[in-house]
């Protein structure tokens, strides 16, 4: 059973780069019947999907975030990785990591990490 | 972009009754279309894929249906613990995945 983690600093100085990786236990990020997903919900709102990665490296990211965002994949770790740059007030949210497979969407997901961006 | 409409924002009820929430889809997206059930301070949970496909573990009250672009989750009789946010999600297309806003099930 596929299991994840998100772990990184919990606050992050507006200007900066919101770094965030999430752990895969139980599964593979290599794994070639599945992908992984950010998705992110700011205090009160709905939820937003950042991007996937596959384990090869290709990504496909939400349009509104593309030009801030880095995804990657580390094989070696079993994990992968947001980057997000030049952070406002407004990528204050719980951001998720979350499982995919070629047969279901985001079937398992971390249990969130509180962001907040602020000096 | 597609832009997914749920309706509604909020909805009132009392354990027992059969529930009915709405997501309408701004185009076609066949039956690329998942449902999560969020409680305070918890990730989202899958329930349904692919419109109408119950996942593993999640009680049969729970249904999805399709007609064209519109989208129905059903709990046939609401539980206690069914009182949540749901949400809608279209993937249509993997360059541009959306969630619809949410519909909270409060106690009535």
């Known amino acids: 059973q596929v299991q994840l983690q998100e772990s990184g600093p919990g606050l992050v100085k507006p200007s900066e780069t919101l770094s965030l990786t999430c752990t895969v236990s139980?599964?593979?990020?290599?794994?070639?019947?599945?992908?992984w997903s950010w998705v992110r919900q700011p205090p009160g709102k709905a939820l937003e999907w950042i991007g996937y990665i596959y384990y090869s490296g290709s990504t496909y990211s939400n349009p509104s975030l593309k030009s801030r965002l880095t995804l990657a994949v580390d094989t070696s770790r079993n994990q992968f990785s947001l980057n997000l740059r030049s952070v406002t007030a407004a990528d204050t949210a719980d951001y998720y990591c979350?499982?995919?497979?070629?047969?279901?969407?985001?079937?398992?997901w971390g249990p969130g990490i509180l962001v907040a961006v602020s000096s | 972009d597609i832009q997914l409409t749920q309706s509604p924002s909020t909805l009132s009820a009392s354990v027992g009754d059969r529930v009915t929430i709405t997501c309408r889809a701004s185009?076609?997206?066949?039956?690329?279309l998942s449902w999560y059930q969020q409680k305070p301070g918890k990730a989202p949970k899958l329930l349904i894929n692919?419109?109408?496909t119950l996942e593993s573990g999640v009680p049969s009250r729970f249904s999805g249906s399709e007609s064209g672009t519109v989208f129905t989750l059903t709990i046939g009789s609401l539980q206690p613990d069914d009182f949540a946010t749901y949400y809608c999600?279209?993937?249509?297309?993997?360059?541009?995945?959306?969630f619809g806003q949410g519909t909270k099930v409060e106690i009535k």
């Open positions: 185009q076609s997206i066949d039956s690329w």
């Open positions: 999600q279209q993937y249509k297309t993997y360059s541009h995945v959306t």
């Open positions: 692919r419109a109408s």
């Open positions: 139980g599964g593979s990020v290599s794994s070639v019947t599945h992908y």
């Open positions: 979350a499982a995919s497979s070629t047969s279901k969407q985001m079937y398992v």
